[in-house]
């Protein structure tokens, strides 16, 4: 017998891609493969209260740091018909969604990853607690990035950790374009605890929405080389993950960032998501590492912020480094200090 009512409750976090997903097809799949970093500090806590209803339709309610959000709520409808398919219980039940994120709302920090994980590992929980069988954790983990990836697709590889591959790629049998799987090779110690200093350099909503820009990859000139590249650049991190080789790191993951943004610049609309502020940043991280030898490099998401990233041994120098020559470019100095973590949970 399924059970009237019940409470369920995750955490999930947000991710940085090193090699970037821009451009989509069906129902949210990408059209390259893509790797990232799952994070841990920035993360999203969801509890969704259910109770049996006999009326159709959909019905739930959303509530953010405990205040109804209505502004969220035509998102998660349009979640629920996607997924509905595959969570048909969804129908059968009145919901309480209440969310809250360890980062500051309007910080410029995309919460869709790690909301849309947070919220699909509720949703599998919630199928476990109705069925009368057994569900392997294994099979867990995948319907819930399969869930997650309806929602955003990057919220795919935010259910596991520390490095998740998301679409089919070659040499990675396993990767596939449904869900995300955690990367299956050799990790040099380097990438042990890597570092990622969010600097927010612009807190407001994002000019142009990342449905929008995927949508732009449509009729855009360059979209079949760069689907290459990004699948080739993948290929190119398999060894230097494995030698810990963090120039070649560093050349593969700044030159990703930079194509992502170079595919906006040469879109129809063309739009720039980079601040003035964003590439102050780019550059003192490049003079810096010349004087200094250090590791540190830079990556972008679809905004003007900037994820300082590192390896734990230089958590001393870069810290510093920070501190005293990076934040003035943040809007009231502000940054958020993270490192790779381990997934849901
Ligand atoms: O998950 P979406 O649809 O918001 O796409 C975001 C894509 C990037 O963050 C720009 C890159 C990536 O791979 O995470």
Redesign the pocket.
Known sequence: QSPENGKVSWQSPS???L????G?YGE?LPKNA?I?FTLSNCHTKTNVSFQKKESEGFDFEVYLDGKREKGFEPKIQKFFERVEAYVPFLKNYQFKIETSNSFPHSSGI?S??SGMSALACCLMEIEKSLGDFEIPEDFFSKKASFLARLG????C?SIEGPLVV?GEHPQIGKATNLYGVPYPYTVHKNFENYQDTILLVDKGEKQV???V??NLMHNHPFAEQRFEQANENLSKLIPVLKSGNLSEFISIVESEALS?HAMMLTSHPYFILMKPNTLEIINRIWDFRKETGSKVCFTL??GANVHVLFPEAEKVLVSEFIKTQLTQFCKNGEFIEDSVGFGAQ
């Open positions: 991710n940085i891609a090699v970037k997903y821009w989509k949210q893509s990232s995309a869709s990853a955003s697709g990057s919220a590889r998301w929405s990342s449905t820009g995927h992502l998401d679809a």
